[in-house]
């Protein structure tokens, strides 16, 4: 292993990655390919309204099944947040154990392929 067959990586140093720049006047959130009408983006967009969530943990005998009722605060990628108004509550969930939602009121939806 002396550096012939394997050659060791290089990587670009600080000042290199910052003199790196989009051509023209194109931003780096333009370059971004379109977002797909993910249930992540239909989440927020219903930022601060009711549901309630079915989820379920296959891997808990106490929790098997459960709903949780509240306001969505905030949605990511793999994750949601609720808030408990009876209790006061919060709730982190992970999506891969959301079933589905149901919306107390009417849902805000934008297609982005229409």
Do not use: C
Request: aromatic fraction near 12%; proline fraction near 7%.
């Amino acid at each position: 292993m002396n550096g012939n067959y394997f050659p060791n990586p290089t990587f670009p140093t600080n000042k290199q990655v910052s003199e790196i720049s989009p051509p023209g006047n194109i931003s780096v959130e333009s370059q971004l390919p379109m977002e797909q009408s993910l249930i992540e983006n239909i989440l927020r967009l219903n930022k601060g309204k009711k549901i309630k969530a079915y989820v379920s943990y296959p891997d808990s005998s106490a929790w098997q099944n459960k709903v949780y009722d509240g306001i969505i605060e905030q949605a990511g990628r793999d994750h949601l947040i609720l808030r408990d108004t009876n209790n006061g509550s919060w709730y982190l969930i992970r999506m891969i154990y959301l079933n589905y939602v149901e919306f107390e009121e009417k849902i805000n939806y934008q297609n982005p392929y229409v």
